[in-house]
């Protein structure tokens, strides 16, 4: 059993950065894909971004590409999204997820999620 616990969430003013954190325990997240999901308001959730279980390679929603950057730390079993340019569209509850895997590419499904953390976008 993996438990994550995210962190950094908040108020900014738009344009401004926010870094999220995740931690696990439970387990090392040496083999485990890591997702960043978010739900808005009155919104289904969506995908924000995943690092991979293998090889470290990112990959970023459209609506996040060039803003945001996902990154990890075994060491520590903790993974991180950098949030920049920060937009009122992106209040919303940010949650990680992971999943046991050994493929490079993004899972379709996570099996551990966290209890999220809220960031706010507001002037």
């Known amino acids: 059993q993996v438990q994550l616990v995210e962190s950094g969430g908040g108020v900014v003013q738009p344009g401004g950065s926010l870094r999220l954190s995740c931690t696990a325990s439970g387990s090392s997240l040496d083999y485990y894909a890591l997702g960043w999901f978010r739900q808005a308001p009155g919104k289904g959730r969506e995908a924000v971004s995943c690092i991979s279980a293998t090889d470290g390679s990112t990959y970023y929603a459209d609506s996040v590409r060039g803003r945001f950057t996902m990154s990890r730390d075994n060491a520590n079993n903790t993974v991180f999204l950098h949030m920049y340019s920060l937009k009122s569209g992106d209040t919303a509850v940010y949650y990680c997820?992971?999943?046991?895997?050994?493929?490079?590419?993004?899972?379709?499904?996570?099996?551990?999620w966290g209890q999220g953390t809220q960031v706010t976008v507001s002037s």
């Open positions: 997820a992971a999943q046991r895997t050994l493929m490079s590419s993004c899972p379709r499904e996570y099996d551990y």
